[in-house]
Nanobody, 124 residues
Framework: QVLLVESGGGLVQAGGSRRLSCAASGRTDSTYDVGWFRQAPGKERTFVAAIHWRSGNTYYADSVKGRFTISRDNAKNTVYLQMNSLKPEDTAVYYC?????????????????WGQGTQVTVSS
């Protein structure tokens, strides 16, 4: 069991930056991959980024590549999503997810553990 709590959302102007945090509890040996997804009103939940627990390899959706960075601090059981050069189209509820198995990262249905989400609103 992995419990996830996101924080760091809020209102930011276009071009600005925001850092989201995903704090994990329950299973604290860090042997799980973590991903970030987002969901805008009326739209599906879509993949943003993921990080492998062992290698630290990172993966990004094309829409955020070069602007967003995912990282993790295993000692703190926390994963971060640094978002730079934000655009109005980045406005969404951002969710972190965790998974113990090897899965295709970009399918939301592959992930078993989810946080409650944090709202990010980018104003133009």
């Amino acid at each position: 069991q992995v419990l996830l709590v996101e924080s760091g959302g809020g209102l930011v102007q276009a071009g600005g930056s925001r850092r989201l945090s995903c704090a994990a509890s329950g299973r604290t040996d860090s042997t799980y991959d973590v991903g970030w997804f987002r969901q805008a009103p009326g739209k599906e939940r879509t993949f943003v980024a993921a990080i492998h627990w062992r290698s630290g390899n990172t993966y990004y959706a094309d829409s955020v590549k070069g602007r967003f960075t995912i990282s993790r601090d295993n000692a703190k059981n926390t994963v971060y999503l640094q978002m730079n050069s934000l655009k109005p189209e980045d406005t969404a509820v951002y969710y972190c997810a965790a998974e113990l198995r090897s899965i295709p990262y970009d399918y939301a249905t592959s992930w078993n553990y989810w946080g409650q989400g944090t709202q990010v609103t980018v104003s133009s």
